[in-house]
């Protein structure tokens, strides 16, 4: 299952090892159907940590990484952004980028 966390607790999941973060919206349709392929991934690839981030309550966030279109997933590996996923994408696709 993949932690829900706040903009004030970003900073600090961010800083060790690698870290996906999915920017998501409750509202955002692509983001309901990512939702249980991250859940079902974060089981799988236990050396990478999980979050996501909801971008309404958190826009300080998605301002900051020039978020412009939901879902969006962070890879971050010891603070430092690797890669940015755009859109909905196939769970294979998202392994790939993950490991």
Known sequence: M?????????KEVIKEGKVV????????????MLSPVLDEISEEITTTKFFKIDV???EDVAREYN????????VFE???????IVGLKGKEYLVEQFK
């Not at 010891?78 to 940015?84: A, D, H, M, R």
Request: proline residues 5%.
């Open 2 to 10: 993949v932690k829900q966390i706040n903009s004030d607790e970003f």
């Open 21 to 32: 973060v999915d920017l998501f919206a409750t509202w955002c349709g692509p983001c309901k």
């Open 56 to 58: 309404d309550d958190n």
């Open 67 to 74: 978020v412009m279109s939901i879902p969006t997933v962070l």
């Open 78 to 84: 010891n603070g430092n952004l690797v890669n940015t």
